[in-house]
């Protein structure tokens, strides 16, 4: 265990409530001379120590004032030499008393109760770092998990690209976008594809655009859901798991944002293989 491990061991222990495995473990560990956790130690009490010293007197409620003058009185002992009691004679021979401060063991009470309050509030920043770290964590698993994707999809991209059986295939836009333009480079050796354009404007929420190959039995066949990304094109690879026949022709339509089986919107795209 690294010594940054030991710090809510060592305020613990400080404290007097570590105990069990833990306890021995640390007590192990400090004797072995370790000048970090030593010192912190040292830290540890020093600030347990100055916690009573910031606390103000406070006057004991006079309930308990009189239940002490009376166990006072009743002493064998002089009064004035009582422990918490200080006394002067007046000419009178009467006793005048310093005012009363707050029993010895309520101050301890509530300096353990602010060590318990700042030890919270350790643990409480400590469990923050752990959760921003965790987060940390996820976020460059994910990143690494793009980066991952990326590369993949980089070397199928090449592979297809260098494959000699593969077909290149321009797509136009319908009547409502004649202008927009389209790409698909399909393998039929791999059954692999890549899907790209530039022309194509984002869709409403729950909404997707989808790529059809279509074969010589006019089948559509449902290759990829793309959406728009953040450069405002489309870039899909991927592949088919199983046989599509002679691929003829290909098209894309807005559907659904999980997809369709078939085509149900408007086409926004197609093209026919030579």
């Not at 130690?41 to 007197?57: C, R, Y």
Request: glycine share 8%; with cysteine; proline share 6%.
């Amino acid at each position: 265990m690294e010594c940054d491990a030991r710090r809510q061991s060592v305020l613990e222990y400080a404290m007097g409530v570590l105990e069990g495995a833990e306890r021995e473990e640390l007590l192990a560990h400090l004797a072995t001379g370790c000048p970090t956790c030593i010192g912190r130690l040292g830290e540890a009490h020093a600030i347990l120590a100055l916690l009573p010293l910031s606390l103000e007197a406070t006057p004991a409620p006079k309930a308990t004032r009189g239940r002490i003058l009376e166990r006072v009185k009743a002493s064998p002992a002089p009064a004035a030499k009582s422990a918490g009691f200080a006394a002067t004679h007046t000419g009178k021979n009467r006793l005048t008393r310093t005012p009363w401060t707050a029993p010895a063991a309520l101050g301890g009470a509530i300096a353990a109760g602010i060590a318990i309050l700042i030890l919270t509030s350790i643990l409480f920043n400590q469990q923050k770092s752990v959760d921003n770290l965790k987060s940390e964590i996820v976020e460059k698993q994910r990143q690494i998990v793009q980066l991952r994707a990326a590369g993949q999809e980089g070397e199928d991209m090449k592979r297809l690209v260098d494959s000699p059986a593969a077909q290149l295939v321009t797509l136009h836009g319908n009547t409502t976008r004649p202008n927009a333009r389209g790409h698909v480079m399909w393998d039929p050796v791999t059954k692999s594809f890549h899907f790209s354009s530039g022309d194509l404007p984002n869709l409403a929420a729950g909404r997707a655009y989808e790529l059809w190959l279509i074969n010589s039995q006019q089948k559509k066949i449902p290759a990829a859901v793309c959406r728009v990304n953040s450069r405002g094109a489309i870039d899909v690879t991927g592949s088919l798991k199983t046989d599509p026949g002679v691929i003829v022709a290909t098209a894309v339509t807005d559907e659904p944002s999980a997809g369709s089986e078939q085509p149900t919107g408007t086409i926004q795209l197609i093209g026919k293989f030579n």
